[in-house]
C-alpha cells in the first residue's frame, strides 16, 4: 500500500489544519494507522493513531483535546485534524501504517511511510 500525505502549509498560532493521507488500497478493518511529524533537528515523533475499525484512537500527550485522528472508510483516508495549533506543532508530518507488533507510539513499528508534508505554525 501507498500512502501520501497532505494538506500542510502556513497557520498562525490558534489555527486550525487539518491533514490527509490517502491510501492506495482500501485498508483492512485490522490496520492500524499513525500520523507523526518530525521538527527540524529532532527526531520523529508519534502523534496519533487508530485503528481502521475505528474503535480505537491513540494520542501523544501534548496533542490530547487538540487533535483528532479519524478516517473516511468510502474514501479510505485518514485525517488528522489540528486545532489551537502551536509554533511547537511545526513539523514535517507523515503517515503511515502500523506493522502489528510492538509499541504503537514507535515508529519503528511503522512501515509504508508517505512523503510527508510541511507544517508550519508562525507565533
Known amino acids: 500500500v501507498q500512502l501520501q500525505a497532505s494538506g500542510g502549509g502556513l497557520v498562525q498560532a490558534g489555527g486550525s489544519m487539518r491533514l490527509s493521507c490517502a491510501t492506495s488500497?482500501?485498508?483492512?478493518?485490522?490496520?492500524?494507522m499513525g500520523w507523526f511529524r518530525q521538527a527540524p533537528g529532532q527526531e520523529r515523533e508519534f502523534v496519533a493513531a487508530?485503528?481502521?475499525?475505528?474503535?480505537?484512537?491513540y494520542y501523544k500527550d501534548s496533542v490530547k483535546g487538540r487533535f483528532t485522528i479519524s478516517r473516511s472508510v468510502a474514501s479510505g483516508t485518514v485525517y488528522l485534524q489540528m486545532n489551537s495549533m502551536k509554533p511547537e506543532d511545526t513539523a514535517v508530518y507523515y503517515c503511515?501504517?502500523?506493522?502489528?507488533?510492538?509499541?504503537?507510539?514507535?515508529?519503528?513499528?511503522?512501515?509504508?511511510w508517505g512523503q510527508g508534508t510541511l507544517v508550519t505554525v508562525s507565533s
Open positions: 503511515a501504517k502500523y506493522k502489528e507488533r510492538g509499541d504503537i507510539t514507535a515508529f519503528i513499528n511503522y512501515e509504508n
Open positions: 488500497e482500501g485498508p483492512a478493518s485490522y490496520w492500524y
Open positions: 487508530l485503528n481502521w475499525r475505528g474503535s480505537s484512537t
